[in-house]
């Protein structure tokens, strides 16, 4: 694996469609151990949806970005999914898993025009819907679309169309 990024010590790595089956049973713990994703068979799914890893210096798993495509209204969408280990959830490292995975999936599927237009993004977790959380996410470039069926905020990041036409450099 090769890091993408790096934030205060820890790697960050993009796995997307390369979790083998080592990675792949230590995604399980970490989502078990962190009551992130009890089921186990929902762990094992959730496995194959994995882009970013991050990982501290001791190659211990820190944080997951996960997408799975779905389509929004017109548009299709990657949706994202994070999860930062609680005594990790240090300022800046779920906003740069984001960005790294924005970037690479925006890279990926460049010349594909049936592909997702962006990400989308739905607030499980109530601090995303403080005045404080607001401001990560508008930081993020996300804009806020409205609120779903169970009151919880949707909102998106189209790729910009100069990543869509392979013209944009430069890493996470």
């Not at 089956?21 to 989502?31: E, Y």
Request: charged share 15%; with cysteine; proline share 5%.
């Amino acid at each position: 694996m090769l890091a993408i990024s790096e934030f205060n010590n820890h790697q960050i790595y993009w796995v997307w469609q390369q979790v083998n089956q080592d990675l792949r049973q230590a995604l399980i713990r970490f989502w078990q151990e962190n009551a992130a994703v009890q089921d186990s068979f929902d762990a094992w799914r959730r496995t194959f949806e994995v882009a970013c890893v991050a990982l501290d210096p001791q190659g211990q798993i820190v944080g997951v970005s996960s997408v799975y495509g779905a389509y929004g209204a017109g548009s299709p969408y990657w949706f994202y999914r994070t999860f930062i280990r609680e005594d990790c959830r240090e300022v800046g490292l779920a906003p740069r898993i984001f960005a790294c995975t924005h970037l690479q999936l925006a890279h990926a599927y460049v010349d594909e025009p049936q592909a997702p237009v962006g990400m989308m993004v739905v607030s499980e977790n109530p601090k995303l819907e403080t005045p404080a959380g607001i401001r990560v996410s508008q930081r993020a470039g996300l804009s806020h679309l409205g609120y779903n069926e169970q009151g919880q905020s949707v909102w998106h990041l189209l790729f910009e169309p100069s990543v869509q036409r392979g013209d944009a450099g430069g890493d996470a």
